[in-house]
């Protein structure tokens, strides 16, 4: 099998801006933990963790609370997110 000169890799070039780039995720994932219900789960998330390490023997993980935090965290941001990338 041959190799082609014309199935070459193509080349990204950065832009020359010296702008600091900004993760639009990690902005959007503050301003919607701001939110009421959203760092209501938070507190609860950290209540739970602060029962469980105030603990040494207990089966109890946070797995729950987490899972509720994290999924309504991303919600908020799938909503605004992709619309901020290019």
């Known amino acids: 099998m041959a190799f082609h000169s014309w199935s070459s890799v193509p ?3 950065a832009d020359d801006d010296d702008q600091e780039l900004v993760d639009p995720q990690a902005a959007l994932r503050e301003k919607c933990q701001a939110k ?3 760092g209501s789960l938070y507190n609860k998330y950290q209540e739970c963790n602060d029962r469980v390490n105030g603990k ?3 089966t109890e993980t946070c797995m729950e ?3 509720d935090f994290v999924a309504e965290l991303d919600h908020c941001v799938a909503h605004s997110l992709f ?3 290019k």
């Open 11 to 13: 080349v990204v070039k």
């Open 36 to 38: 009421g219900h959203i």
């Open 56 to 58: 040494s023997k207990t």
């Open 65 to 67: 609370e987490l899972f």
């Open 83 to 85: 619309s901020k990338l």
